[in-house]
């Protein structure tokens, strides 16, 4: 069996995203990010500011262990509250400099940014292995 070698490092994050980005604001509660994420179906939100700028990232896991899980408890907390604070990646990103942030921040997405800091998509953990289970 032969193969093309691919210089890994060559890799950046546009040549293996593909998962879509929504976002909600660092002021919303919870429960709004909580019914935003059950609507859509996505694990991972993008946290802006004000002028849509990305700012974190909300996963489901973290307000899955905001106790106690109620709409009062969740409507009473912030994104703000509980999200992370990874950075952002842009489309030219090397995808090794990306997993290594997720891993330092432990975090399962980072949000993908326009120049202006927009963000455009999401580069999750099952974009990663999907990459590094390709032949």
Known sequence: MTGVHVDRSEIVVADIRHSPV????????LWDA?????????RNLAVVDECGSSIGVLSDRA???DLP???KHLAGRHVSDVMAS????TDDTCAQEA???????????LPIVTDAGRPIA???????????ARD
């Open 122 to 132: 999401m580069l999750t953990a099952a974009d990663l292995v999907e990459w590094v």
């Open 99 to 109: 997993a290594s942030r997720m891993a330092r921040h432990s975090v399962d997405a």
């Open 22 to 29: 929504m976002t909600i604001r660092s002021r919303d509660t």
């Open 34 to 42: 909580w019914q935003l994420m059950f609507v859509s179906g996505m």
């Open 86 to 89: 990874p950075g952002s990646v």
């Open 69 to 71: 899980i109620t709409e």
């Open 63 to 65: 307000i899955l262990t």
